[in-house]
């Protein structure tokens, strides 16, 4: 799937206005092309991320365009209307228009905020996400969905903007704190089991090699996670699908009912990453006990998640909270939760309105 290491990948998302996911390395320079018709661009980044983003604002700047580089919290302490509003401010006072753009050079909790940002200005300004997490490329910031956090939940707030492009530089992978890639992984293994089983078969052939950022496994890994993402979000653009029984759009949300509430419980201090692995063990023995799911895939999560590292379980007495954190899941209909379970290996279904009694069983398994 990757071609000569020198020539980017580029993954192309069906949307209302089609754009491209670009994989490769070296490629911070695609950025300026993006938003050309643009006068002024504003670049969000998080302090950390300064060399990022000085690079990106120097071709902006060169290319001719005026622009405002706007620091913002780390991590999701960004995902905040109080840091919005500051954004927004800045927007205001530098004159920006609808012709203008905001570009997110960060993790997944940037570019959220960017594409939020861009999203709620004048009703929409044109918007580039350069994530430089493997969790934000593969995830967080492909698919056109934006949000922040409330006291009540993580992405309560939001709205579908999506970007003029993204652009994944595999190099900056090579800053990455092994605690960061690795939860990353995450959601490259959600997309093995949800739909590429070459994936997970690429991650128990040499564990090892998967978490050396310089490995040419990964960027195969980010190019297969990217295409399902693609794939996915292309066949279903906001979520239009996932009503009933079909899983749609919210496929994607595999693992997420269980570890959002993990993150809500810990205040968002657990990468998103480990608390969706964590997610994911919970929906396989939830499917297990509901007897859809065989014991071999149930048993592989495991296997597969902590072959990396990841963690498999959350405190065995955290099962309330987390029930009433589940209330609030964005999947939740009036008051029935919904749960995106697999069948099989690649194949998904929705369970609604699911016995307490059935996921206290499963909890316990998955906590064991």
Same mark, same amino acid.
């Given at each position: ?175 990455? =704190? ?18 590429? =089983? ?112 990841? =963690?498999?379980?959350?405190? =065995? ?52």
């Amino acid at each position: 799937m990757t071609p000569a290491a020198a020539q980017p990948t580029r993954i192309r998302i069906a949307a209302e206005n089609p754009y491209e996911v670009v994989v490769g390395h070296g490629v911070l320079g695609e950025v300026a092309p993006l938003v050309a018709r643009a006068d002024r661009v504003a670049v969000l980044h998080p302090a950390a991320l300064i060399d990022v983003a000085v690079r990106v604002v120097a071709d902006l700047e060169r290319a001719g365009h005026q622009v405002v580089r706007i620091d913002v919290p780390d991590a999701e302490s960004a995902k905040t209307v109080e840091v919005a509003a500051r954004c927004w401010a800045v927007l205001g006072h530098a004159g920006f228009t609808r012709s203008d753009a905001v570009v997110g050079v960060g993790g997944g909790a940037t570019t959220d905020l960017a594409g939020f940002v861009a999203a709620t200005w004048l009703r929409g300004v044109g918007l580039v996400t350069v994530p430089t997490s493997l969790l934000a490329m593969v995830d967080a910031a492909v698919g056109g969905k934006t949000g922040i956090n409330t006291a009540e939940g993580k992405n309560l707030v939001g709205v579908f903007h999506e970007p003029l492009g993204v652009v994944c530089d595999l190099d900056v992978l090579a800053t990455l =704190p092994l605690t960061d890639l690795r939860a990353g992984l995450g959601e490259v293994v959600k997309a093995g089991f949800i739909a590429d =089983p070459e994936i997970l078969r690429l991650v128990e052939e040499d564990p090892a090699a998967v978490l050396d950022p310089r490995a040419p496994v990964l960027r195969e890994l980010v190019e297969r996670s990217v295409a399902v993402k693609a794939r996915v979000v292309s066949a279903d653009l906001r979520e239009a699908t996932s009503v009933g029984a079909s899983v749609g759009r919210e496929l994607l949300n595999y693992g997420h009912t269980l570890g959002h509430a993990v993150e809500r419980r810990e205040h968002y201090r657990w990468r998103h990453g480990d608390a969706v692995s964590v997610g994911m063990v919970f929906a396989a023995e939830l499917a297990r006990a509901a007897g859809i799911l065989d014991d071999a895939t149930a048993d592989r999560h495991r296997a597969v998640l902590r072959s990396l590292g990841l =963690p498999t379980a959350y405190d =065995p007495a955290a099962f309330d909270d987390l029930l009433a954190a589940m209330a609030l899941d964005k999947k939740t209909r009036g008051s029935t939760l919904r749960f995106v379970l697999l069948d099989g290996l690649a194949s998904a279904r929705i369970l609604a309105g699911p016995d307490e009694a059935l996921l206290r069983r499963a909890y316990a398994a998955a906590a064991a």
